[in-house]
T-cell receptor, first 114, second 112 residues
Framework: AQSVTQPDIHITVSEGASLELRCNYS??????LFWYVQSPGQGLQLLLK??????LVQGIKGFEAEFKRSQSSFNLRKPSVHWSDAAEYFC????????????FGTGTQLKVEL | EPEVTQTPSHQVTQMGQEVILRCVPI?????FYWYRQILGQKVEFLVS????????KSEIFDDQFSVERPDGSNFTLKIRSTKLEDSAMYFC??????????FGPGTRLTVL
């Protein structure tokens, strides 16, 4: 069965500091990996995705993530955090085929100190 | 930019009542999904739907739940007899061909 672990429930960073959110997955084949962001009371917005190819993927809002098969990880990074990045971040894994479910992690709540 | 829409944004109902949550997926998408998020918890998969039938469902999606695509644009989730534990945010999503799923803003269901 597929699963996702996000070990950090809460993270606080200062504005302008770098950010790394951790994600580890369990999946039997080549995974499709995603990071979504959820602001309070809002839906889920896709930040970036990895299907295949280059293991470093770029997303919206200056985010990037690196797929490391040997570590079963897909960590999200941003070199300089802005106050508007405060939100909850979810890592998800899926099989990629049509109709296949996404399995989400428990999320990491990011707080940005000014 | 096309987006998934959901109505209503908030639904309050009494325990035992039936509710229908509505979604309009992105028009050229073929796969449709429902997820739910109980307050403070992670997003959980309920069901996926393709070609007018369920392609996968979770343990949560029991006989109290059903989905339907009644016309060419709407995708609905019906809960026949709501329970307190059905209170959650329900998200609809759609995709062209699996892979990336686009989520709607959600419907907050409150069962009293």
């Amino acid at each position: 069965a597929q699963s996702v672990t996000q070990p950090d429930i809460h993270i606080t960073v200062s504005e302008g500091a770098s950010l790394e959110l951790r994600c580890n997955y369990s999946y039997g084949a080549t995974p499709y990996l995603f990071w979504y962001v959820q602001s309070p009371g809002q839906g889920l917005q896709l930040l970036l995705k990895y299907f295949s190819g280059d293991t470093l993927v770029q997303g919206i809002k200056g985010f990037e993530a690196e797929f490391k098969r040997s570590q079963s990880s897909f960590n999200l990074r941003k070199p300089s955090v802005h106050w508007s990045d405060a939100a909850e971040y979810f890592c998800a894994v899926g099989a990629g085929g049509g109709g296949n479910k996404l399995t989400f992690g428990t999320g990491t709540q990011l707080k940005v100190e000014l | 930019e096309p987006e998934v829409t959901q109505t209503p944004s908030h639904q309050v109902t009494q325990m035992g009542q039936e509710v229908i949550l509505r979604c309009v997926p992105i028009s050229n998408h073929l796969y449709f999904y429902w997820y739910r998020q109980i307050l403070g918890q992670k997003v959980e998969f309920l069901v996926s739907f393709y070609n007018n039938e369920i392609s996968e469902k979770s343990e949560i999606f029991d006989d109290q739940f059903s989905v339907e695509r009644p016309d060419g644009s709407n995708f609905t989730l019906k809960i026949r007899s709501t329970k307190l534990e059905d209170s959650a945010m329900y998200f609809c999503a759609s995709s062209i061909q699996g892979g990336e799923q686009f989520f709607g803003p959600g419907t907050r269901l409150t069962v009293l």
